[in-house]
Nanobody
């Protein structure tokens, strides 16, 4: 059974940086396409970033996060990271890590097979 555990969320000021971590147990993280999603209060969950299975190809949501956020994977630690810089109040939300058995750059929730419980990020102005 695959388990995903996110950590790193906290309350920060606008302009600060945070690094979220997602530890994968059960199989080597490189066996999965990995993604980060987020859900702001009162809104639907949305795609943030993805890193493809078995390679380092990445994709990001549009201008909302591209250039500020970076997804990466450490196979030795079985962990995926989301580095978030220049945080804005609109980045506030619960951030979820997800794992997929499919190949390619996966942007849809339905592409993913496993989900973590989420970690709260709050950016104050």
């Amino acid at each position: 059974q695959v388990q995903l555990v996110e950590s790193g969320g906290e309350v920060v000021q606008a302009g600060d940086s945070l690094r979220l971590s997602c530890v994968v147990s059960g199989r080597t993280v490189s066996n999965y396409g990995m993604g980060w999603f987020r859900q702001a209060p009162g809104k639907e969950r949305e795609f943030v970033a993805t890193i493809a299975r078995f390679n380092s190809n990445t994709a990001y949501a549009d201008s909302s996060v591209k250039g500020r956020f970076t997804i990466s994977r450490d196979n030795a630690k079985n962990t995926v990271y989301l580095q978030m810089n220049s945080l804005k109040p609109e980045d506030t939300g619960v951030y979820y890590c997800a794992a997929a058995l499919s190949y390619g750059l996966l942007r849809q929730e339905n592409d993913y097979n496993y989900w973590g419980q989420g970690t709260q990020v709050t950016v104050s102005s």
